[in-house]
């Protein structure tokens, strides 16, 4: 046992897009370019974090992995999967490393294994890796025990074991190896959750296991996209923004996460940093509508049983039957607290467990269900009896309460208010909920539900409309702009023709728009409660270029949508928000995104013809 050799890293921190994401449906890890795991959580993407590098590049934590000499890397998808490639290219060869958790045909692996196998293409390459995990977000400590070439490391919560096909050296914290691979040569490098009483094993045959695996994740992967019925113009991007939706669920419960990280921030050295790994309501609605659209049923199901688990139907909390969000399993308590000991992404402090926004009031929330359920009825199969009574009772208690403030879609943090959305949103589900009553003869308050629904389109018509602004507003008794307005003409509530509607437009995009990047609206003359600035919201862009669409500017829509297809990183991947420089800020991947794209791509093919 000697010391650990030194990081020869020289970018203490990868840009956000500078990512690829590989996961088996429970969990993920962000691989970097340089070949890092700079982030993963075990067992469960609201785990405490194994690696969070990335959150902090000296007590988070990482797994390294990659040449030793001067290297080029590229990285790519094999194709159809979520198998990510890591190539390096030096003066004396070609080597990469394939990284994948193996999934089970049931769509979730009995075991949670990381696997990264080494294969030298052509030529001598010499490599290093390192592996060192840092557990319970950095805070807890653990120990390391070796067996010939695995080791094992144990903390109070979780016991790690590394098997390897390479000896190993070690210290108290850490693992590494070092060695070098000729042509045609491999080496792999797994990483599973044992028990602690398990002692680390050597698998003799682990190079003939890791190629069993590889086929089979491959495998899975290709057989759930040969499900997708898209077969537009854009088609990578949409197949990745699918395969991408895929990762963010959780296949033991149903839920999908709004992304798989933490804290990465809205703008560097901001306070905008949030826990996304949870389920909201809304980003999962809206990610079943996208993935009913490409002929995926599976997600749908298995989301709206998630929902009839956790909904209560009596309405008793702050948010009514609904919460804005839960965790992956459905608990409801997801306490908020800062992570002081980590410094944050290049220093963007606090990092954030738990999110706050949890016990909000968000009447948007029942409309996005509501249209994925009306969704699920129509293209996926007729909603059950029990579904019906549901759905019922979400309806009743939106006629009653759709008339309060709320903190809005966007979550603020700066009191409540009346804002167009939520109204809006209120309208579509009381809109879908009839539509199916009417379709499948169910039995419902349509003397009571219709009315309602009348109202609220009326009081959005008088009181949302800005003569002044000759637009519709962020909210009543103001003037502010905001982007989410774009769902107007999406949910069917305008025409998309409407000249109220075409003089919004213009107007959003005079103010809110450029070169097709879309702010959310302006925090200065809507003061939302945060601090910092944020960058433009990149679900605002896909709602635009269908706004556009759906007006029929198909050549301002063509061209948007291919400007924001210049924004994904170099797999196809969108964070949350764009900077005014490009770079991608804020969790990542992120669903909301990859769903408007989804949606954006396939309306405008469709209008194209």
């Known amino acids: 046992m000697s010391g650990a050799p030194a990081q020869r890293k020289s970018v203490r921190y990868q840009p956000i897009a500078e990512h690829g994401v590989i996961g088996n449906l429970r969990t993920v890890a962000l691989v970097g370019t340089d070949g890092t795991i700079d982030w993963y959580c075990c067992p469960s993407f609201d785990s405490p974090s194994v690696f969070a590098a990335i959150l902090d590049a000296d007590r988070g934590g990482a797994f390294e992995l990659a040449a030793t000499v001067p290297a080029g890397t590229k990285q790519f998808y094999f194709p159809d999967t979520n198998v990510l490639i890591t190539r390096f290219f030096t003066e004396d060869g070609l080597g990469e490393i394939q990284d994948f958790m193996p999934v089970a045909d049931s769509g979730a692996s009995d075991r949670d294994r990381l696997i990264r196998r080494v294969v030298c293409v052509r030529g001598t390459i010499p490599f290093r890796a390192r592996v060192a995990p840092r ?173 009839t688990r956790h909904t209560d139907r009596r309405g008793h909390g702050p948010s009514g039957p609904l919460q804005v969000m839960y965790g992956i399993d459905g608990r409801t308590g997801l306490p908020e607290r800062e992570l002081s000991h980590l410094e944050g992404y290049r220093g963007s402090a606090p990092v954030r467990v738990g999110n706050g926004a949890a016990t909000q009031l968000q009447l948007d929330i029942y409309g996005a269900l509501l249209d994925s359920v009306y969704l699920y009825d129509k293209w996926c199969r007729p909603i059950s009896s029990g579904h019906w009574r549901a759905v019922c009772a979400l309806v009743d208690w939106v ?145 635009y270029v269908e706004a556009l669409t759906r007006a029929g500017r198909l050549n301002e829509a063509r061209l948007a949508f291919e400007k924001m297809l210049t924004y994904a990183n170099h797999l196809g991947l969108y964070a949350e928000e764009i900077s005014h420089t490009g770079e991608q800020q804020g969790n990542f991947p992120q669903a909301f995104t990859h769903l408007a794209l989804i949606s954006a791509a396939f309306n405008l093919d469709r209008a194209l013809g």
Request: glycine residues 6%; aromatic residues 12%; charged residues 25%.
């Open 135 to 307: 557990f319970g977000y950095g805070a807890r400590s653990h120990t390391v025990r070796m067996l010939d070439r695995a080791a094992l490391f144990a903390s109070e919560e979780l016991t790690l074991t590394l098997t390897a096909t390479v000896p190993l050296e070690y210290d108290e914290k850490d693992v590494w190896a070092e060695f070098e691979l000729s042509q045609g040569e491999t080496t792999v490098f797994a990483l599973e959750q044992v028990s602690s009483e398990a002692p680390p094993r050597r698998c003799p045959h682990a190079e003939a296991e890791a190629e069993r695996e590889f086929t089979a994740t491959v495998a899975f992967w290709r057989r759930w996209l040969n499900q997708s019925r898209y077969r537009g113009r854009w088609r990578e991007m949409v197949h990745r923004s699918a395969l991408t939706l895929k990762l963010l669920t959780y296949a033991p419960t149903g839920a999908l996460v709004a992304a798989p990280t933490t804290s990465l921030p809205e703008q560097i050295g901001g306070g905008r940093n949030w826990d996304y790994r949870y389920v909201w309501v809304r980003d999962a609605a809206f990610a079943v509508y996208a993935l009913l659209r490409l002929g995926f049923t599976e997600e749908a199901e298995a989301f709206m049983g998630f929902l």
């Open 399 to 543: 006629c009653e309460h759709w008339d309060q403030p709320d903190e809005g879609v966007w979550e603020t943090r700066g009191g409540r208010k009346k804002f167009l959305y939520s109204h809006l949103m209120c309208w579509v589900a009381i809109d879908r909920a009839i539509r199916i009553a009417q379709h499948r003869s169910l039995p419902a308050e349509l003397g009571r539900w219709g009315p309602v629904r009348d109202a609220i389109y009326w009081r959005i018509m008088d009181k949302g409309w800005s003569p002044a602004r000759q637009a519709f507003v962020q909210h009543e008794d103001g003037d502010v702009l905001d982007a989410a307005v774009l769902m107007m003409p999406l949910t069917k509530f305008v025409s998309p023709s409407d000249p109220v509607w075409l003089s919004t437009l213009d107007t959003l995009g005079d103010e809110l728009v450029s070169d097709s990047l879309v702010w959310r609206y302006d925090p200065k003359a809507s003061p939302d409660g945060l601090e910092g600035e944020e960058g433009t919201f990149s679900i605002c862009s896909f709602w």
